[in-house]
């Protein structure tokens, strides 16, 4: 079973960066695939980034490319979210998650969620 807890999420203005981690127990977060999601009020979860066990090859959405960095801390079994250039529209509660697979699963494993609010 794996557990993921999600911290660092805060108020910021806009302009401003925050760096969200995921640590990981009962699996190693080099051995699955690993994911940032979030959800604004009223909205669908959206996909945000994810970083893929085989290779470590990075995604990210349209809306957040360049301005956010998925990356991977295997010494602290941890996944980070360092944010930057933050705009309004990225608050949110963000979410960690994981998967077995790299293609073809979905996302089995998820976190409790961290706030981020980000005002104008």
């Known amino acids: 079973q794996v557990q993921l807890v999600e911290s660092g999420g805060g108020l910021v203005q806009a302009g401003g960066s925050l760096r969200l981690s995921c640590a990981a127990s009962?699996?190693?977060?080099?051995?699955?695939?690993m994911g940032w999601f979030r959800q604004a009020p009223g909205k669908e979860r959206e996909f945000v980034a994810r970083?893929?066990?085989?290779?470590?090859?990075?995604y990210y959405a349209d809306s957040v490319k360049g301005r956010f960095t998925i990356s991977r801390e295997n010494a602290k079994n941890t996944v980070y979210l360092q944010m930057n250039s933050l705009k309004p529209e990225d608050t949110a509660v963000y979410y960690c998650?994981?998967?077995?697979?790299?293609?073809?699963?979905?996302?089995?494993?998820w976190g409790q969620g961290t706030q981020v609010t980000v005002s104008s």
């Open positions: 970083i893929m066990k085989s290779d470590g090859s990075t």
């Open positions: 009962g699996r190693t977060v080099s051995g699955l695939a």
């Open positions: 998650a994981a998967k077995d697979a790299d293609w073809g699963s979905s996302y089995r494993y």
